[in-house]
């Protein structure tokens, strides 16, 4: 890791980000492993290797961000930078597109969540260092930071690890050093040893390409105690499932804060499944404001003892503030495999080829509602969409994301725009109500199961040719007011498990649409 940030550090130029992200070759090829020492200790060729390869990634990853960033220059000092952000964010948008290489459509270079951030930050940079700041180069104030150990074995040639699995278990030979610092070649030595895979894993294996693994990547992890250990992380390559019959079933997922996820399957243009939201116990989502209650006592304190110059006297303190957040981050990541793990589970079930989910990257939490605010900014929905990714490749499973714009606004059935509700026998409109109304046709529903809906929708469109959800074929209800007959069981179905979750199947108080089917 130490190597790493001092080759980071030396390389960290437009030279550099230029000519790694231009070429098409592996990093480790284009950047000289010899540039990978450190006085005093002794590195074997293919470990300088996977750290040049490391560091060369982390370069090419700023290539596109740098190219946006002079392109979104170039904007702002067209047009001001007084210029309203949305406004700027169009004409870049506009302005910087490619021509597909099939057809002779256009789509834009960068996407839209990059750009707006880019633009934040020329304004930022712009009201903290004035005019003045064009005459520094994107190197100058953008510079990445090397935080977690990881060290992949990609472009080792078996010089450094050999492994192969064989009857449930992966025999693998590492050459590892035998001190801290080792000055010769003495001070390495092959270690060889055996895991066993885990069931789980090994009954998704059978559906994959190979039965050999890809090569691994050595990271870290920290226990509960505070103990750190390193662990070896084997990728195995799955292919995609099928289409059955030319049609393709899609499971449409809308991501909330007390409903982590509702969703509803639908297929070839029809919703053939009653609404399945996944939320927290009552107790589960009590014990969680407790801590955040607690934490925010603890800051309080923390803060007092600062402006009384007394900062020494918070030691015990801020260590009890640490073990929290140590806490909340354990609970957060159990919740995000447990949701995932279900979706998994309803998608399969239902034999899925699709996830689709909304892409709320660039959503922002509303100014002036601070405990609004600190739940939008721990949401779970990133990593509930990281952890989705990664299940889906297991299982063989296409992950789309798709615009959120108006998804909770317009009516899934005739496709009107609808009204928020306090409730589906009150239709009085409230800003704040969870219900939705369409003054059209009457169809009354929760705002998550009309959202999801929706997803489904957006998730066959194309916006090339259509500007907006509205102007989308409406999603009729296959078996109106019951299970579609691919699913076992009729009426509500409720399942609690030990994780703190519970999962509710056609329990949404829905008010049919009198019109639409």
Wanted: proline letters at 4%.
């Amino acid at each position: 890791m130490k190597v790493a940030i001092l080759l980071l550090n030396e390389l960290w130029s437009e030279e550099w980000i230029e000519r790694v992200g231009k070429s098409g070759l592996k990093a480790y090829k284009v950047i000289n492993e010899a540039r990978a020492q450190i006085e005093g200790i002794y590195l074997p060729s293919r470990i300088r290797r996977g750290i040049t390869e490391q560091v060369g990634r982390i370069i090419r990853g700023q290539y596109k961000r740098m190219n946006c960033y002079y392109d979104c220059l170039e904007i702002v000092n067209w047009l001001g930078v007084e210029t309203n952000e949305n406004k700027l964010l169009a004409v870049v948008m506009q302005h910087c597109r490619t021509t597909s290489k099939k057809s002779k459509k256009t789509y834009p270079l960068y996407k839209k969540v990059m750009v707006k951030q880019t633009v934040e930050m020329i304004k930022n940079w712009h009201e903290r260092f004035g005019k003045g700041f064009t005459t520094f180069s994107y190197t100058d104030f953008v510079q990445p930071k090397i935080h977690r150990f990881s060290f992949p074995y990609g472009p080792d040639d078996g010089q450094a690890i050999q492994y192969s699995a064989l009857d449930g278990r992966i025999h693998y030979k590492l050459k590892l050093p035998v001190c801290s610092e080792p000055k010769t070649r003495n001070d390495w030595m092959w270690v060889t040893s055996e895991i066993a895979i885990p069931e789980k894993v090994k009954a998704k294996t059978k559906t994959a390409i190979s039965k050999q693994p890809r090569k691994p990547t050595l990271i870290t992890k920290r226990l509960k105690g505070g103990l750190t250990y390193f662990f070896l992380q084997f990728p195995w390559e799955y292919k995609k499932m099928q289409k059955r019959k030319g049609k393709e079933r899609v499971l449409a997922i809308d991501l909330g804060l007390k409903k982590l996820a509702t969703c509803i399957v639908g297929e070839n243009g029809k919703q053939i499944s009653k609404p399945i939201t996944i939320k927290l116990r009552g107790s589960q989502y009590r014990h969680i404001e407790r801590l955040y209650t607690h934490i925010a006592g603890i800051q309080k304190k923390l803060s007092k003892l600062q402006k009384q110059n007394r900062i020494y006297l918070g030691v015990t303190i801020e260590e009890e503030r640490r073990r929290l957040y140590e806490k909340r981050n354990r609970l957060g990541d159990e919740l995000v495999f447990a949701t995932t793990n279900t979706l998994i589970q309803i998608a399969l079930k239902w034999q899925c080829t699709k996830i689709t989910i909304e892409d709320l990257r660039s959503y922002k939490p509303p100014r002036g509602k601070r405990s609004w605010s600190r739940r939008l900014s721990e949401w779970l929905r990133g990593r509930i969409a990281l952890n989705l990714e990664h299940k889906c490749k297991e299982n063989g499973l296409t992950l789309q994301k798709v615009c959120p714009w108006n998804t909770s606004s317009h009516c899934p059935r005739c496709a009107a725009k609808g009204t928020k509700v306090k409730g589906p026998n009150n239709l009085l409109e409230d800003k704040k109500g969870r219900f939705f109304h369409c003054p059209e046709c009457g169809f009354t529903a929760d705002r998550d199961y009309i959202a999801a809906v929706n997803i489904y929708r957006a998730s066959f469109i194309d916006y090339h040719s259509i500007k907006s959800l509205k102007d989308t074929s409406p999603v009729p209800y296959m078996d109106s007011g019951i299970l579609h007959p691919t699913v076992s069981g009729e009426g509500s179905e409720m399942i609690s498990n030990n994780n703190g979750l519970v999962t509710v199947t056609g329990n949404e108080q829905i008010v049919q649409c009198p019109i639409c089917p």
